[in-house]
């Protein structure tokens, strides 16, 4: 092969790399990490994507705050959300939209901490604040459809 084949051959690589389109399928709706305060274990990530599948991870995190990034995964599992189910769930989020950011105000002991991030924003809060608004119900449907368990117990 002349170098003018190589050169060719790297630029219709080149060029094939760079017209391709991002997966539509991994474009995140939102993305939410819940887990004890003050603790990196027990950590649940949430994304939820906007074609309907829903991933979850549980494990150690590597940092108390919220990022995704994880010392240790023990499990993992993605599922496609029924039409009823992924409504429920786009109709929620949307609601999101009206709230302005929320930052927790205190630290509690004994308490499950969640960082949502949706339409731009950023809310910080403990489970079972909002229960009543569209933050606090969403959360509650992620919990009940989620693939994997999650296991928010007391702390007593």
């Known amino acids: 092969m002349n170098m003018k084949n190589i050169i060719c051959l790297i630029s219709f690589i080149l060029l094939g790399i760079g017209c391709q389109k991002q997966n539509p399928h991994n474009k995140i709706m939102f993305k939410c990490v819940i887990f004890p305060t003050g603790m990196n274990s027990e950590t649940y990530l949430i994304k939820m994507f906007e074609y309907g599948q ?24 993605k599922i496609t959300l029924s039409e009823g189910d992924f409504k429920i769930i786009k109709v929620l989020n949307s609601k999101l939209s009206g709230l302005n950011s929320i930052q927790k105000d205190e630290v509690r002991k004994g308490g499950w901490e969640i ?14 604040e909002y ?8 959360i509650e449907q992620i919990i009940k459809i989620s693939p994997i368990k999650l296991n928010l117990h007391s702390w007593s």
């Open 131 to 138: 229960s009543s608004t569209s933050l606090g119900l969403l």
């Open 54 to 77: 829903l991933e979850v991870s549980y494990g150690i995190k590597t940092s108390d705050s919220e990022d995704e990034y994880f010392n240790k995964i023990i499990n993992k599992k």
């Open 115 to 128: 960082f949502l991030m949706s339409n731009g924003k950023k809310y910080h809060f403990y489970y079972g």
